[in-house]
């Protein structure tokens, strides 16, 4: 199907789903690389579809207007021809249930910590107001503005070594309204921040440099800090691991998501007592560790 042919298969469709369903089969005959907020092309393609209409239900179950055709074929073309994330094409992403605005200075949301912060950190931990959290890394700052949301009267500190990914979590921080309850610092790790968390959550770069080169084009769109791991894609989790009891309360709880570096973390650390968590939605590569666990290890 050409861009001719879609637009045609636009003006005939008489619903938002025949809209979807045109051009989910013009995802499907590109050579699409899934993964930065959706695994396929019918959900990407609803997606464009209903950030086309702006969210709204009304247009969503309303005859289809031809007034969008041109942007809904524009931004296509631009999905296939520059193989760019969807999310930066749109200049959003959907995280916890919550929409993020995004560009290329930051990753794009798509973490399996979402289901463990809309769970509210249960069974692992029950989060009381007054509770404090650090998100490590936090790009858009999807993780910490999430947990904010979901965790009633937990405050949150965000840490970020980029300053441009700052400015975009800091329009985050704003959009939701999250000022009083979350804070944005620029360091390195933890150096910038002050006291004891009851939860350090961290979705560190683990991409292995000799790999990123690998990358299909999508994930090339992406800042480099936010991938680029070092040789064994572990250089900042292993830093992680020697910091954070440092900053860890008692009962402090560490989650780290190392994704597909998994078995290279495992060979690494063979005695950790790391969990490994499951997830319902599907995800993998996330590890928990209690400070104990953590000093114990540490100390052995
Ligand atoms: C994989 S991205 C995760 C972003 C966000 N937390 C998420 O889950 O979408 C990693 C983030 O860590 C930041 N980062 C990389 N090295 C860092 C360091 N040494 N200290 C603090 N942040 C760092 C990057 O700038 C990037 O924003």
């Given at each position: 199907?050409?861009?001719?042919?879609?637009?045609?298969?636009?003006?005939?469709?008489?619903?938002?789903?025949?809209?979807?369903?045109?051009?989910?089969?013009?995802?499907?005959?590109?050579?699409?690389?899934?993964?930065?907020?959706?695994?396929?092309?019918?959900?990407?393609?609803?997606?464009?579809?209903?950030?086309?209409?702006?969210?709204?239900?009304?247009?969503?179950?309303?005859?289809?207007?031809?007034?969008?055709?041109?942007?809904?074929?524009?931004?296509?073309?631009?999905?296939?021809?520059?193989?760019?994330?969807?999310?930066?094409?749109?200049?959003?992403?959907?995280?916890?249930?919550?929409?993020?605005?995004?560009?290329?200075?930051?990753?794009?949301?798509?973490?399996?910590?979402?289901?463990?912060?809309?769970?509210?950190?249960?069974?692992?931990?029950?989060?009381?107001?007054?509770?404090?959290?650090?998100?490590?890394?936090?790009?858009?700052?999807?993780?910490?503005?999430?947990?904010?949301?979901?965790?009633?009267?937990?405050?949150?500190?965000?840490?970020?070594?980029?300053?441009?990914?700052?400015?975009?979590?800091?329009?985050?921080?704003?959009?939701?309204?999250?000022?009083?309850?979350?804070?944005?610092?620029?360091?390195?790790?933890?150096?910038?921040?002050?006291?004891?968390?009851?939860?350090?959550?961290?979705?560190?770069?683990?991409?292995?440099?000799?790999?990123?080169?690998?990358l299909p084009?999508e994930y090339r769109?992406e800042?480099?800090?936010?991938l680029?791991?070092?040789?064994?894609?572990?250089?900042?989790?292993?830093?992680?691991?020697?910091?954070?009891?440092?900053?860890?309360?008692?009962?402090?709880?560490?989650?780290?998501?190392?994704?597909?570096?998994?078995?290279?973390?495992?060979?690494?650390?063979?005695?950790?007592?790391?969990?490994?968590?499951?997830?319902?939605?599907?995800?993998?590569?996330?590890?928990?560790?209690?400070?104990?666990?953590?000093?114990?290890?540490?100390?052995?």
């Amino acid at each position: 199907m050409d861009t001719m042919e879609l637009r045609k298969a636009l003006e005939r469709g008489r619903t938002a789903s025949d809209w979807v369903e045109s051009v989910a089969r013009f995802f499907a005959e590109g050579d699409l690389t899934y993964g930065h907020g959706t695994d396929n092309p019918r959900d990407e393609a609803y997606w464009l579809i209903r950030a086309q209409q702006g969210w709204s239900e009304q247009a969503w179950t309303a005859p289809p207007d031809s007034g969008l055709i041109e942007g809904i074929i524009d931004l296509v073309r631009r999905r296939v021809a520059q193989r760019k994330p969807l999310a930066y094409l749109l200049g959003e992403a959907w995280f916890a249930g919550l929409r993020f605005r995004i560009d290329e200075r930051v990753l794009v949301p798509r973490s399996p910590l979402a289901e463990l912060i809309e769970n509210r950190f249960s069974p692992w931990r029950r989060l009381q107001p007054g509770d404090r959290v650090l998100d490590v890394g936090t790009g858009s700052g999807c993780l910490a503005i999430a947990v904010a949301y979901h965790c009633d009267g937990v405050s949150v500190d965000a840490t970020d070594i980029s300053a441009d990914a700052l400015s975009v979590a800091r329009r985050n921080v704003r959009d939701h309204g999250m000022e009083e309850r979350v804070r944005l610092i620029r360091t390195d790790l933890f150096a910038g921040s002050t006291g004891l968390y009851r939860i350090i959550v961290a979705n560190p770069p683990y991409v292995p440099s000799e790999r990123l080169e690998e990358l299909p084009p999508e994930y090339r769109h992406e800042p480099i800090t936010a991938l680029d791991g070092g040789r064994s894609g572990l250089d900042v989790v292993d830093r992680l691991l020697a910091g954070a009891t440092n900053h860890l309360a008692p009962d402090g709880l560490l989650v780290v998501e190392v994704g597909e570096v998994e078995q290279a973390f495992r060979s690494r650390y063979p005695r950790l007592p790391a969990t490994w968590l499951e997830f319902g939605r599907g995800g993998e590569g996330v590890f928990l560790l209690t400070h104990d666990e953590l000093a114990g290890y540490l100390h052995a």
